[in-house]
């Protein structure tokens, strides 16, 4: 029914000595993430629900004191990247190497004594996908720079440092859903995340034991939230609430959103704004009804939220795609609960909330439907809410 990823894939120790002439000071681990619901909320301080998934970045690490930082990474062809950390700036490219360099960067932008690396990474969090592969790569990253270095953080704080990173160094606008996930998730529970000030709460999530299964179909279809189309609506968001006279639309209750869309088509708001605030609002009050609906044990009935979730994303965000769509759509006719696209879109994956016993069938008829449309066939596994960042060895 689902494809066998091995969560630790390739060892990344072995290649360290390889490529470094000796072991590695350690090894970390970070996940990437799947989001169960609440989508361009982050942004907005919005609320989010992501858990972690047992796919990880993993990373061997040793301590430099030269000003030497070097990186390679066993998924991407290439070499080692070697860099001088006091001569790292904001987007100067190098490519993949540029999340792992940014956060070094941003560690001493903040005023930490981060003076070089060796680092060998690698993945088995799935490129594209809308999984938090980078924000992985950052975690990863913080994690050993701050157990090497002796900084003290702590997994907030790590995920701010990885969010200023992707933002600041490589250019993506991201929210800081990505990132806290991969820090701060715990196994066996989702994170409900309120991100405007970062406090969470671990949110017991244990499907196996109701009868129930999350699976994730990976359409394979790949998507760059740097090429525009995040931008633009994160722009749309913020002058969603300038028009409103609020700092954010988390600001917005949802029982006023009708009176303040109609407030924004008198004030002659763009079509495409008044679409944003709608969706940004509702999703932030269906994150709150699935976690009023997980602390009544009633998680079957979170299926049809996760359906109005994405026909949310797909008509007013408008950041779904065919594909996705198709797993929504073939997914619910095969009998599952509820199903959304989950991630930046365009692209990407969906989650898929069904009955442990209807799991193998719902699998099926997605891939007999992307079959039929002439896809290529997705990747289907079950997400295990998985550990956040920590020390393998």
């Known amino acids: 029914m689902t494809e ?38 982050d942004f907005n301080d919005g609320f989010v629900m992501p858990l972690a998934l047992p796919h990880t970045a993993r990373a061997a690490v040793s301590r430099r004191d030269d000003g030497v930082l070097r990186l390679y ?4 062809p290439g070499g080692v990247v070697s860099l001088r950390v006091d001569e790292l700036a904001p987007h100067a490219g190098h490519g993949w190497a540029a999340y792992p360099a940014g956060v ?29 592969s980078s924000a992985a790569l950052e975690v990863v990253t913080a994690q050993a ?3 090497l270095f002796h ?9 701010v ?5 992707e933002n600041d160094f490589v250019g993506v606008p991201c929210g800081i859903m990505d990132q806290m996930a991969s820090a701060c998730c715990v196994e066996g529970h989702a994170l409900h995340l309120d991100t405007r000030d970062l406090s969470l709460r671990q949110v017991p999530f244990d499907l196996a034991a109701r009868g129930l299964a999350l699976l994730v179909v990976d359409t394979r279809v790949k998507h760059a939230l740097g090429d525009g189309a995040y931008a633009e609506r994160r722009a749309g968001c913020e002058d969603g609430a300038r028009l409103l006279g609020i700092p954010m639309l988390r600001d917005l209750r949802h029982e006023n959103l009708a009176t303040a869309l109609t407030t924004l088509a008198d004030a002659g708001a763009d079509e495409s704004v008044i679409r944003y605030v709608r969706h940004v609002v509702s999703d932030n009050h269906r994150v709150e009804r699935v976690i009023a609906l997980l602390d009544a044990g009633d998680v079957r009935a979170a299926g049809p939220v996760l359906n109005d979730g994405h026909r949310s994303l797909r008509d007013d965000l408008r950041v779904s795609c065919p594909e996705l769509d198709l797993v929504v759509e073939a997914a619910n006719e095969a009998g599952a609960l509820g199903a959304r696209m989950t991630g930046g879109g365009f692209g990407g994956s969906a989650v898929v909330l069904v009955e442990e016993a209807a799991a193998g069938t719902v699998a099926k008829a997605v891939s007999e439907a992307f079959a039929a449309a002439g896809h290529a066939a997705p990747g289907i596994f079950d997400a295990i809410p998985s550990a956040g960042a920590r020390r393998l060895r």
């Open 4 to 41: 066998t990823t091995d969560p630790y894939g390739t060892d990344p120790a072995v290649t360290f000595a390889e490529l470094y002439g000796s072991e590695p000071d350690g090894i970390w681990a970070a996940p990437g993430r799947v989001n169960l619901i609440g989508e361009y909320t």
């Open 104 to 132: 070094l960067w941003a560690l001493r932008e903040a005023g930490h004594p981060v003076t070089g690396a060796d680092i060998a990474l690698t993945s088995t969090v799935p490129t594209g996908a809308g999984l938090s």
């Open 151 to 159: 900084l003290g953080l702590t997994g907030p704080e790590l995920a």
């Open 145 to 147: 720079l701050n157990d």
């Open 73 to 76: 990474s066993a998924d991407v």
């Open 161 to 165: 440092v990885g969010r200023r990173a």
